[in-house]
């Protein structure tokens, strides 16, 4: 409807609003909590001092002006919403109005009210001007401020203020708030000084509004300043709000133990104050500490949880791994009824997303919920990809009423992580060609992708676009440029990309990067040795990310000292707690051949997750201990822990390595993949299956069961029951096996070289060579096998025939009388295991000469008497080199650890621990 205002016989305004002055004055005199958006618009304002409207100019001072800048701001959200209605007394007038101008003062001040209400930026831009034909009347100028406040007009706003020549407490007070809302934080800091130098004294919602700022800007400091200023006026024992401000901020700032005193010494504490010291809990990773408040607070205080509380509490759940008592958190919630509330929901998602929740529950909440926002289809896109559910993420990506970047960069991580590199770099293109914004996150991704699909050429292009778009200067995508390059095989480019890095910047991530550059490019040698020398020039600062990935490296080459050193440093850094480190560190071990170090850092560990489990079952299968790989899964059940594909691949795997045969078993869990656990069996789950079958004999079972797969088999199914073929000496099923993988991977030398190995070792050597042959002809050549073993903290390589070590003589001098020892033991050379072009005459003298060898007899000249040999191999230990070594171990009485693609052997005394089945 239309209201007039008539200020004066000149001036009428006019203005349309969603409701009427008389709607206006009934909000007024309802009941309004302290921390109303409208505590600002006083029932009965006072009379503003005035003889004669039309003569009225609005009088502005210069006085109170702090040097702001004048860009432009970010809207509000709110109002402040903690500042002290002013008194309806106090009129610097000793005048009284009449009716008609007391009627005037009431009718601003609703359509104020009604502006601020109903969003209505029109309506307030007429009362102000209205307001500036007016004598100055601070309270109603407060109540303006407040109004373009609360539309998120800070600029307007802040003019008004601008304008009064004798602001108070609230006037600052709004301003202050508002600036700290609209990260304008300095501002609010400055404003706040000029206040006190003014000689006004802040009030508890002046505290608030200053605190918030030092939270946004993590200034601790001032906080403490103002904590003084606090204590000295005498606000911290009689204002809630206060505390709970102090706590935020020294929570934020990583002081807990000061938001612990603050809370115990609390007389009076509100939901705020609980939640705000529980959420400190969970950001310490204090889970059980945040529980035990929790229930303290319904013991002690009786108060009704919120939203925030429960999201906190579904935080320390996901943290904690703890599926039942997030299950109990969610019951609590619909049992208060905030099973509808739209943040609840939404931290449901992520819990049961992360924290061995199903597919099922988290699409039954997505489909139940009455609202959704952004964040909400985000959430569950990052679920799906979690899943590995790719196709239905995409299918909620494509629903989505309304996209931005978060979403993109939702589906394309997800892409990355599942290994979808031609689908990530597809919808970056499609990013680029709708305009969405590409940020720093975006860039790094796509970046990843590039790394998954190892091509040059894609690499290239994408790194001529990053430099195109001025974004190659930014220190994490430069960290992300030099890893896609590294994944690409491109180290000149990548050390060109390190040498050139500034060392203003932070140097750690660069040089960790390179590090694990060069071990995965195979030269772990370049990998310790610029490792040693970021210790040495102090470079690189071995934080958790660090820590990780250096042990990362010394599992993968089997790096024992350097690893426990690593160990020493994380637990003198305190990054034990970090899950990322404990899952590394027991993931080294177990690849260092010490499986009860591994055991240990698992037992020790506060939470574990999925990864952490898969690690641990992963080191069982490294050392061929399937028993118990599945005794921990029968725990992993009990603990509630969620499970994922990888987890399903490796109990699969444990069941070729029982000390029974328990095939029955493992086709019942495979059966049961989707029924149960509703995970979809993938290739991976298929070639595991087919490995299980084969290792036990049953070669044709397997070959049938390829055969009614409901999708079409790849090679990796295929090369599985090749290598079983092998172990049996099966070369009818072999060569039909064999063509079948040669037809799905006909450049694949790997394959050549598992047939050749087929028919060499069941003694067919015309085939054999004709293998080799067609692959000289196309050019085919086997990728050299290479064994290694550290000595004085220094990786020392072995190729077969080598001659490059600067011990070669004493090398070849102790390797002929060992051959001879273990001639005299028994031994006998097997030459079938001669893959490589050589002529018959040649392969005795070339056997004798493999790099395992090579490595163990450095070995054994090199370490002293009785100490354990520690061998890694990059493929797998020929036949004859595991019967030379099991000799060697009777002849030197010395136990030889080797770790080879197939996992670990363990000779002593004669025996090997694989019991020559690898």
Known sequence: MATVIQCTPSLTVTTTTTATATTATSYLHSSSPPHSPFFLFPKTPPPPPFSSLSNFKLRKTHHHQPHFSTSPTQPLSSTPTLLPSESSHGSSSSSSPNDAQNSLIDTLFDLLRLSARYGDAQLVNAVHA???????????SNALISAYLKLGLLSEAYNVFLGLSCPNVVSYTALISGFSKSNREHEAVELFFRMRDSGIEPNEYTFVAILTACIRILDLQLGLQVHAMIIKLGFLEDSVFV???????????????????????MLHRDIASWNTVISCMVREFMYDKAFEFFRDMQRNDGLRVDHFTVSTLLTACTGSSSLMQGREVHAHAIKIGLEVNLSVNNALIGFYT??????????????????????????????????GLVELAVEVFDKMPE???????ALLTGLCRNGQGSKALELFIKMVEEGVDLTEFTLTSVLSACGLLMDRKISEQIHGFIFKIGFESNACIEAALLDMCTKCGKMVDAEKIFRRWSFDQDTSVIWTSMICGYARNGQPDEAISLFNISQSKGTMVVDEVASTSVLGLCGNIGYHNMGKQIHCHALKSGFLSDLMVGNALLTMYSKCWNMDDAIKIFNNMPTHNTVSWNGLLAGHLFHRQGDEALALWSKMKKMGTKPDKVTFVLIISAYRHTNSNLVDDCCSLFSSLKSVYDIEPSSDHYASLVGVLGYWGLLEEAEEMINTMPFEPDASIWRALLDSCRIHLNTTIGKRVAKRILALEPKDPSTYILVS???????????????RENMREMGFRKHPGRSWIIFQNKIHFFYARDKSHPQTKDIYSGLEILILECLKAGYVPDTSFVLHDVEEHQKKDFLFNHSAKLAATYGLLMSRPGKPIRIVKN???????????????VVTKREIFLRDSSGFHCFSNGQCSCKDYW
């Open 243 to 265: 505390s709970n401000a102090l706590m935020g901020l020294y929570g934020k700032c990583g002081c807990f133990l000061f938001v612990l005193k603050l809370f115990d010494e």
């Open 130 to 140: 209205c307001i500036s034909k007016l004598q100055e009347h601070t309270y109603l």
């Open 757 to 771: 190995n087929l028919y060499s070792a069941s003694g067919r050597w015309h085939c054999s060579e004709m293998v």
């Open 403 to 409: 996209r931005n970047s978060f979403s993109y960069n």
């Open 875 to 889: 493929i797998l230990l020929c036949g004859d080199c595991h019967t030379f070594l099991k000799h060697v171990s």
């Open 354 to 387: 992360n924290c061995g929740g199903g597919v099922k529950d988290v699409t039954a909440l997505f489909e139940r919920m009455p609202i959704r926002d952004m964040i909400t289809w985000t959430e569950v896109i990052t679920a799906y990809m979690d899943f």
